[in-house]
């Protein structure tokens, strides 16, 4: 089963449940969702892939994280607290992270194949490691964790 066809599914089911910040949510990535596909023209052809769905889900997940800090530092812990939900909510459809150390290997691995050592091949080792995490890895994370790496 697609992506959209989950989020339909989901919807309904949050509806009939009287979960209201779900179906708010869920309602809301099926809004980006289709914001994309017209975006990118691709409306009528099926819309955009799912890998790209996910990507867009990710990028969610990270505007909800920004927002509730924004919200706790301005006072509004209640704000925060619902963007949390929602960013719990929207990160049920994404893939499991990898951890930390998973993300070491893959880094060392990228660095080696490099042959560059130094922070003049940081971009070269981040470009890697994310084709390779995919959607399974925050940015920010691997940009540390290189940096750490290279640094060492």
């Given at each position: 089963?697609?992506?959209?066809?989950?989020?339909?599914?989901?919807?309904?089911?949050?509806?009939?449940?009287?979960?209201?910040?779900?179906?708010?949510?869920?309602?809301?990535?099926?809004?980006?969702?289709?914001?994309?596909?017209?975006?990118?023209?691709?409306?009528?052809?099926?819309?955009?892939?799912?890998?790209?769905?996910?990507?867009?889900?990710?990028?969610?997940?990270?505007?909800?994280?920004?927002?509730?800090?924004?919200?706790?530092?301005?006072?509004?812990?209640?704000?925060?607290?619902?963007?949390?939900?929602?960013?719990?909510?929207?990160?049920?459809?994404?893939?499991?992270?990898?951890?930390?150390a998973e993300l070491i290997?893959?880094?060392?691995?990228?660095?080696?194949?490099?042959?560059?050592?130094?922070?003049?091949?940081?971009?070269?080792?981040?470009?890697?490691?994310?084709?390779?995490?995919?959607?399974?890895?925050?940015?920010?994370v691997i940009a540390r964790?290189?940096?750490?790496?290279?640094?060492?």
């Open positions: 089963m697609g992506i959209r066809q989950q989020l339909d599914d989901d919807v309904k089911a949050a509806m009939l449940g009287g979960e209201s910040l779900k179906v708010e949510t869920l309602r809301g990535l099926k809004s980006a969702i289709l914001y994309a596909d017209v975006a990118t023209k691709s409306r009528d052809t099926g819309g955009i892939p799912d890998e790209e769905i996910l990507t867009l889900f990710a990028k969610e997940v990270k505007k909800r994280q920004e927002s509730a800090g924004l919200y706790v530092q301005g006072g509004s812990q209640e704000r925060a607290d619902k963007e949390l939900a929602e960013k719990a909510i929207i990160e049920g459809y994404l893939p499991a992270q990898l951890s930390e290997t893959i880094i060392d691995t990228a660095i080696a194949e490099q042959g560059e050592g130094g922070m003049q091949a940081m971009g070269k080792v981040i470009g890697a490691v994310k084709a390779k995490a995919g959607n399974t890895a925050d940015g920010s964790l290189v940096k750490e790496r290279l640094n060492a």
